[in-house]
């Protein structure tokens, strides 16, 4: 199949620049997940709450360390860990979910990839509660660095959103790539620095974590939020897979687009 970037351009672009619709769509899926529920998505809130709380109190023991330097660490990183996580793995059955509406009418692509993170977003703000709550305990007050929490999120979803394309288009093909990215994720969690410090590691295995995108993807809007700045490796790494994998993804897009509703 010859390429076809301009329309895979304007998918994109027309996509992303739908807020109306992807914002629209993303709330009222999240009104159907927790329809006659009493407190709605702080279900999940509650159960990340007693979570980080008993892993912080516990492992900050067991790594000997302040409970109010740990559970701050713990917290950012199991928040966005669930919000990357849950982003990535329902994004690869997204275009499968709406086979009807493909097939029935012709919206661009990018806008179902965008209303999948916008609605874990929304739970992400009501997670984000728990973080508040552990800053009071720690007190943690806001730096000059917190504020490179806005370019930092804006990095993490410009990466995020050409993962999920990606995902989306190679899951409608190959139906087990969501299954495998769902195992792989769940392996990674445990190798990437979220309920533990880097320092903890020596040698080769530390030198590792440098080259772990996924590491950079929570560093680059944790250390805000921790009142530091980001390393500079981080920026450097996150702007260059930004790079690569929209440039990859702009590729396979425009070749494989046509075939998205006949996989389907």
Known sequence: MVPQYAIAVNDIATGV????????????????????????????????????????????????????????????????????NTSLTEAGGEFILNEALIKQLRIPYTLLICTVVWRNSIVLGHNFLIYVLVCIYAGIIPTWNTLLLIPGAVLLCVNVLWIALSLALLSSRYRDIQWIV???????????????????????????????????????????????????????????????????????????????????
Do not use: C
């Not at 792989?184 to 320092?199: C, G, K, N, S, Y």
């Not at 790079?243 to 006949?262: D, E, Q």
């Open 17 to 84: 620049a739908s807020y109306r619709i992807w914002g629209r769509l993303g709330w009222r899926e999240i009104q159907r997940r927790y329809r006659r529920t009493t407190i709605g998505p702080f279900w999940g809130a509650t159960s990340l709450a007693i979570f980080t709380v008993i892993l912080g109190l516990v492992w900050a023991q067991l790594w000997k360390q302040d409970p109010k330097i740990y559970m701050p660490y713990v917290t950012v990183g199991m928040i966005l860990w669930i919000w990357l």
């Open 182 to 264: 769902g195992s792989i994720l769940q392996i990674a969690m445990f190798v990437t620095p979220i309920l533990w410090d880097r320092e903890r590691l020596s040698g080769p295995l530390n030198a590792l974590i440098d080259y772990n995108p996924l590491y950079h993807y929570i560093e680059v809007v944790r250390a805000p939020l921790m009142g530091r700045a980001p390393e500079p490796w981080t920026w450097i790494v996150l702007i260059a897979v930004a790079i690569a994998g929209w440039a990859m993804t702009l590729y396979l897009f425009s070749r494989f687009r046509r075939r998205i509703p006949y996989w389907l």
